[in-house]
């Protein structure tokens, strides 16, 4: 729907992050070590991550551990949506409330008018209707709230204070449907996107939006061939609970994952398992926080701070590569978003390597060699990844993980 990047397609995700169901206690907690590579030894997790594995017929990453999620669909801007949220739609924003960002430094994802494209739903909204779709699409967990518990809703207001010591509650599944009828439904929902609608009418229940923070926003960098495939892609991270019951379909999906965030860096340092530079990225901000109650609640704290639009821009020398981002020195003055270019080639593999003022960069020799160089302090209150000098002491702004 948005011609504003026309070379990208847009898309929703979501890092789901859920307590494992023997939770350890505090003191084991500071005593329990995971090992990662290039990272000291860590403080146990007390949750785990989904990371889903795409098939190796998939046009786009094939055999990659990704985060739910996938396309936005035209029924996830339906009008039918404002009679399902009908005790919100007088609440900002459906209640998940106004970002802080101005609207000129907003990306396009989220800045777009939706009215203007024919929609009466704000794109903070469908964005995250869609990503909850695809993950109950690709993984069978319903990220829903049963219509008879709406009242509940914890909805953002002009009077939060995110500066408080309040702890917002972690998300729980509602167990009002049995799996029969769920399978049902997500295998008419994957047949047709518009059949979630029908779902959530029938089952009234509402799509759990308020439990979606706004995380960031990656674009797809443009390919060495210039054939790879786009997207424009919202990201958002969800805290549950406890680990819910999970499925993958068999088509898309080829297998399903939950492991903590240092397992996952692990498992990809050691070749086990590959994943994207976003989930790399992503999964070593995660690692600032063992406790997800304190996940959580730096993610509700920044929820409306609002995000950068990153679109990585490759560089090529003779013996590495790196993904440059925002605020490096060699990020262009005038990024191309026409998709036409967006690889460039640097004849000395120092100028990547080497310290500058400004670094923020993802540097590699192969696909499981990365690491990230970074000392720039990032925008909208987020986090750096961690490095193994930084685990335990999340002050630092420097990052090489």
């Known amino acids: 729907m948005n011609t504003a990047l026309k070379h990208w397609r847009e898309a929703a995700t979501v890092i789901l992050a859920a307590g494992l169901r023997h939770t350890p206690s505090a003191d084991s907690l500071k005593a329990g070590l995971e090992k990662v590579t290039n990272v000291a030894h860590k403080p146990a997790f007390d949750y785990q991550v989904l990371l889903l594995k795409r098939s190796g ?31 919100f739609t007088k609440a900002p924003n459906y209640g998940i409330g106004v970002v802080k960002q101005p609207p ?42 049963p219509k008879q518990e709406e009242s509940g809703i914890r909805v953002h207001t002009d009077d939060d204070d995110y500066s408080s010591d309040t702890q917002p509650t972690l998300t729980r599944l509602s167990g009002l449907w049995n799996k029969d009828v769920l399978a049902k439904w997500r295998s008419r929902v994957i047949g047709n996107s518009a059949n979630f609608i029908k779902m959530c009418r029938e089952l009234q229940c509402l799509p759990n939006i308020w439990a979606l923070h706004e995380w960031g ?58 994943i994207a530079p976003p989930q790399y990225y992503d999964l070593g901000r995660m690692c600032h926080f063992p406790a997800l109650r304190d996940l959580h609640r730096f993610a509700w704290q920044r929820s409306l701070e609002g995000c950068e639009q990153w679109l990585p821009v490759h560089l090529v020398s003779p013996d590495c590569f790196a993904s440059v981002l925002p605020g490096d020195a060699l990020y262009p ?22 310290d500058s003022a400004n670094m923020h960069r993802l540097v590699g020799q192969d696909p499981y060699s990365i690491s990230i160089h970074m000392n720039i302090r990032p925008k909208y209150n987020h986090l750096p990844p961690l490095c193994g000098e930084d685990v335990g002491s999340a002050s630092k702004n420097s990052s090489k993980l």
């Open 217 to 274: 926003n990656w674009l797809t960098p443009i390919g060495v061939d210039g054939k790879q495939r786009r997207y424009d892609t919202a990201f958002y991270i969800c805290c549950l609970h406890e680990t819910p019951y999970t499925l993958h379909d068999e088509k898309e999906i080829v297998h399903f994952k939950w492991s903590t965030p240092s397992e996952v860096l692990h498992s990809y340092k050691s070749k086990e398992i590959w």
């Open 57 to 87: 017929h998939s046009g786009f990453m094939p055999n990659a551990y990704v985060f739910p999620g996938g396309l936005v669909d035209s029924s996830d801007f339906s009008s039918e949506w404002q009679e399902i949220f009908k005790a």
């Open 104 to 145: 000129s430094t907003r990306p396009p994802i989220f800045a777009t008018d939706r009215a203007q494209l024919g929609s009466p739903i704000p794109g903070d909204v469908a964005f995250r209707i869609c990503a909850v779709r695809e993950t109950f699409e690709e993984s069978g967990v319903l990220l829903a709230v």
């Open 333 to 354: 003055a005038k990024v191309d978003t026409s998709g036409k270019s967006g690889v460039l080639k640097i004849e000395k593999s120092l100028e990547l390597r080497q």
